[in-house]
């Protein structure tokens, strides 16, 4: 159950807020929560079963990375 909610953070693609909740052992905790509107990944296989993957650039990870094709 929510108990408070304060608002961080209000991107383009995201929101961040710190939100204290009561948990189901009665305990409240304090969580930061990642508002996102969702996204979509695909495991593309071809005839011989071999999976694609995709070579791309990430600022976060400082370099390049492979990852399936995902996208919002």
Known sequence: MLIRKRDIF????????????????GQTAELEIIDHPGGVAVLALDDS????????????ASGSIWEIPAGT
């Open 10 to 25: 209000s991107g383009k693609v995201v929101k961040l807020s710190v939100q204290t909740v009561k948990l189901p052992n």
């Open 49 to 60: 079963n071999q999976i694609c993957l995709l070579q791309q650039y990430r600022y976060a």
